[in-house]
């Protein structure tokens, strides 16, 4: 009897393109959230049965962290290159909070931020554990863009910068919500102009008499 070869992959080979279901999940848990969206949603969307699901990504929550990390390779750049590319910290917020009004309200795209969005309700707290982390790595992002512009004197001495990240990662959450519920463009532009004008200002120089 000849000997089996225990290298060779065993059952057939996968007959779709991982990437592309990967894809159409990550839509599905940033529209639904996490636990909104069940293995039927997901398997239907990705075109695959419940099988080649477990059998590619593990389960459900190996799935989501997966999609999770996807959005972040679309997502993350960009925001990490506002940051370092603003000439001043506070152009860097508001092209943050302009831009994330834009992208929210996309035509053909769910609305809102999948890290946000895909939280909402949901009682897997390992799943909540691992967005919350995620949300705190962009708050400590955008913490040190504020502390290099008070360094650079752009900010009044003594500002609270942890304070302030908490302030517009607030307001950004907020924006990501109302976009969820439908808010146009133009309101969530219309936010983010008005959260602009809490930036803090310096206080004005006296004259000398």
């Known amino acids: 009897m000849d000997k089996v070869n225990s290298d060779k992959p065993r059952g057939r080979p996968r007959s779709f393109d991982r990437d592309k279901a990967l894809e159409r999940a990550m839509q599905v848990f940033w529209k639904q959230g996490y636990e909104a969206t069940s293995i039927q949603d997901l398997t239907r969307a990705m075109g695959i049965n419940p099988p080649s699901l477990y059998a590619a990504f593990g389960d459900k929550e190996r799935l989501f962290m997966e999609a999770v990390g996807r959005y972040e390779r679309e997502c993350g750049p960009a925001v990490a290159c506002i940051l ?102 133009k309101s969530l532009a219309a936010a983010a102009e008005t959260a602009m004008r809490a930036w803090p200002q310096s206080a004005p120089k006296r004259r000398r008499t």
């Open 84 to 185: 370092d590319e603003a000439p001043t910290a506070r152009a860097a917020v508001e092209r943050l909070l302009t831009e994330s009004a834009s992208q929210m309200a996309r035509s053909g795209e769910p609305r809102g931020c999948m890290l946000i969005n895909a939280a909402t309700n949901c009682s897997a707290a390992s799943v909540q554990d691992a967005l919350a982390g995620r949300r705190e790595d962009q708050k400590a992002a955008l913490k040190a863009r504020l502390d290099r512009g008070l360094r650079e004197g752009e900010l009044p001495r003594g500002t609270d910068t942890g304070a302030l990240a908490d302030f517009y990662t607030m307001v950004l959450q907020g924006m990501s919500i109302r976009a969820r519920d439908g808010a146009t463009r």
